[in-house]
C-alpha cells in the first residue's frame, strides 16, 4: 500500500494536469493576443425605425469592418453609403438626404474591452457584460452605453451581440433636418429615432509564416470604405432611377453660396461631384440646374441672382466632364417657394438649387 498510494497519487496529479493543459482556459493578457478581426459575411449590423406612428422599417447595412487590438481596444467602422432598405430610391434618400455619405460616409465605433471581464469566458460559454463605447456620427462623437453577450465559439473565435436593441436619437448627432428632409420627400411622418442591434463574429489573427504575429488592420481606408459600396444597379441607369435620384437631390440643401453671391462654397464640392457621377449614367438626358432665391431684395435682383448661381453649378459640373449640352441653366428668382418666406428657416428654404430631367 505504501508503493501503491503514492503511485496512485501521482497517475491522479498526471490526468488532473493533462486536463488543465486541455482545458481551454486563457489568461486575461493572453485573451486578445494577436488582435481579432470582424467576420463581415458572419456578422449583421441592423437599425429599425418608425414612420406614421405604426410602421416599422428594418434596414441594414452591406459594408462595415473592426478590429480588437491585443489591448481589448475595439473599432467598427460603418460605411453609411452601403445601407441597405431593399428599395432603390429609399436607399438613395437615406444616403444624400439623412446620411449626407457625400460629407460624412462612415460611422465609427470604439470601445475597449477588459480582458479580465472575460477570464472565466472558454468555461462558461457566454458571458454578459455593461459596455461603454463612443459612437462618431455626422460630424459628431458620443459617449452611448449597451449591454452586450460575448461568446465562446473557439480559443480563435468569438460572437459579440447586443442584449437589446441600443436607441439612438437623430437630435444627438444633428440628423434632425435630415429627419425632416426624409419627411417631405416620402410624405411620412417619421420617429426621430432609431434602435440598433448586431451579432458580430471576430477571429483571433493568425500568426505569420515566420511566427510573426500578424497585426490586427482596418480591411479599407475612409475614401475605399465608402467608394463603390452603395447597393444599386451597376452601369448605367434607367430613366426612373435617374429621375428618381435628381429629385432626391433637389432636397439636399447642401450647395452653398455666400449671401447675395454666385460663388460655390467649398462645401458644395462632395455633393456636386456625386451629382457629376449620376449625370454620367444617365447617358441622353438633359437635366436642368434650376436656381431660386427667397423674396428678400428686388424681383428683378433675385431673378439674376438665381441665374448666376444656376450658371456656377453648371460650369462646375461642366469641369467634371459633363457636355455642356447636357445641362441647362434657368433662373427663377423668387417666383417658386416651396414655403413661406415667412421665417428664416422658410427663406433659407426657399434659397435652393433644383435638377429636373428635361429631355
Known amino acids: 500500500m505504501r508503493i501503491v498510494r503514492p503511485i496512485i497519487r501521482a497517475l491522479f496529479s498526471g490526468i488532473f494536469l493533462a486536463f488543465l493543459l486541455q482545458s481551454p482556459v486563457l489568461a486575461d493578457s493572453d485573451f486578445f493576443e494577436n488582435g481579432w478581426s470582424l467576420q463581415k459575411d458572419a456578422s449583421s449590423l441592423r437599425f429599425q425605425s418608425v414612420k406614421n406612428l405604426t410602421i416599422v422599417e428594418s434596414s ?13 481596444a475595439a473599432s467598427i467602422r460603418i460605411f453609411l453609403d452601403s445601407i441597405d432598405t431593399k428599395i432603390d430610391l429609399r436607399n438613395v434618400r ?11 460616409p462612415e460611422a465609427v465605433i470604439t470601445a475597449t474591452i477588459d480582458p479580465s471581464g472575460l477570464a472565466d469566458l472558454p468555461k462558461l460559454k457566454r458571458i454578459i457584460l455593461p459596455l461603454t463605447f463612443n459612437l462618431g456620427l455626422h460630424g459628431v462623437s458620443k459617449t452611448l452605453q449597451a ?33 425632416r428632409k426624409l419627411e417631405e420627400a416620402a410624405s411620412v411622418a417619421i420617429i ?56 432626391i437631390l433637389s432636397r439636399t440643401d447642401n ?38 432665391t427667397d423674396s428678400d431684395g428686388s424681383e428683378s435682383a433675385n431673378l439674376r441672382l438665381s441665374e448666376r448661381r444656376a450658371a456656377s453649378v453648371k460650369q462646375y459640373l461642366v469641369t467634371k466632364d459633363i457636355p455642356e449640352d447636357r445641362i441647362r441653366s434657368v433662373g427663377y428668382g423668387e417666383s417658386r417657394p416651396i414655403t413661406p418666406n415667412t421665417t428664416a428657416d422658410g427663406k433659407r428654404r426657399n434659397r435652393r438649387i433644383e435638377f429636373v430631367v428635361v429631355e
Not at 151 to 169: E, F, G, K, N, R
Not at 207 to 218: H, V
Open 192 to 247: 426621430p429615432s432609431a434602435t440598433v442591434s448586431f451579432d458580430f463574429v471576430f477571429s483571433r489573427n493568425p500568426d505569420t509564416e515566420d511566427g510573426q504575429r500578424l497585426a490586427s488592420t482596418e480591411t479599407a481606408s475612409p475614401q475605399q470604405g465608402a467608394a463603390g459600396t452603395a447597393l444599386e444597379p451597376e452601369g448605367d441607369f434607367d430613366q426612373e432611377a435617374c429621375k428618381g435620384r435628381f429629385e
Open 60 to 72: 441594414g447595412f452591406a459594408e462595415f469592418s473592426g478590429t480588437i487590438d491585443e489591448t481589448g
Open 255 to 292: 450647395i452653398y453660396f455666400a449671401s447675395g453671391s454666385a460663388r460655390l462654397g467649398a462645401r458644395s464640392a462632395p455633393l456636386l461631384n456625386s451629382l457629376a457621377d449620376i449625370i454620367s449614367r444617365c447617358p441622353g438626358l438633359v437635366i436642368e440646374v434650376g436656381g431660386h
Open 94 to 104: 437615406m444616403r444624400f438626404l439623412f446620411f449626407e455619405t457625400f460629407e460624412f
Open 147 to 179: 449591454e452586450v453577450a460575448v461568446i465562446y465559439l473557439s480559443d480563435d473565435q468569438i460572437a459579440v451581440s447586443s442584449t437589446a436593441p441600443i436607441s439612438v436619437a437623430a437630435s444627438d448627432f444633428g440628423l434632425d433636418g435630415g429627419i
